[in-house]
Nanobody, 126 residues
Framework: QVQLVESGGGLVQAGGSLRLSCAASGRTSSTYAMGWFRQAPGKERDFVAAISRSGGITDYTDSVKGRYTVSRDNAKNTVYLQMNSLKPEDTAVYYC???????????????????WGQGTQVTVSA
C-alpha cells in the first residue's frame, strides 16, 4: 500500500502562484509514475499533469500548459505541482495519484491510477 498526502493548497488571487506537494509513504521502495487531477464543484475529476517514474517524461492538459510544472524528488518520495498565473477557473480540489508498481508510463485517465491522496483545496479569486 502507498499513502499519499497533498499539501500547499490555499486561497490566492488571480495571477498568483502556489506549489502543491504530494508526499508518498508506505511501500515506496518502488517508484511510481504520478499524476495530478482536479475536481471542481459539480464537475468530474479531470487530468491536470503527470510525470514518469524518473521524471524524464511529463504531460499536461492543454489548459495548464505553460503555467503549471510537475516535478519530483524521488529521494524525498515527493511530487510537486508548481502553479503559476493562476486563474479563477483553476479553482478545484487537487488530488495526486500514483500508478501501480507494474504500470508503464504516464496516464491521463483516473482509472490508470491505483492510489489517491485526500485532496487539497485551491481557490483562485478574481
Amino acid at each position: 500500500q502507498v499513502q499519499l498526502v497533498e499539501s500547499g493548497g490555499g486561497l490566492v488571487q488571480a495571477g498568483g502562484s502556489l506549489r502543491l506537494s504530494c508526499a508518498a509513504s508506505g511501500r515506496t521502495s518502488s517508484t511510481y509514475a504520478m499524476g495530478w487531477f482536479r475536481q471542481a464543484p459539480g464537475k468530474e475529476r479531470d487530468f491536470v499533469a503527470a510525470i514518469s517514474r524518473s521524471g524524464g517524461i511529463t504531460d499536461y492538459t492543454d489548459s495548464v500548459k505553460g503555467r503549471y510544472t510537475v516535478s519530483r524528488d524521488n529521494a524525498k518520495n515527493t511530487v510537486y505541482l508548481q502553479m503559476n498565473s493562476l486563474k479563477p477557473e483553476d479553482t478545484a480540489v487537487y488530488y495526486c495519484a500514483a500508478r501501480g508498481p507494474y504500470a508503464r508510463g504516464t496516464s491521463t485517465y483516473s482509472g490508470g491510477y491505483a492510489y489517491w491522496g485526500q485532496g487539497t483545496q485551491v481557490t483562485v479569486s478574481a
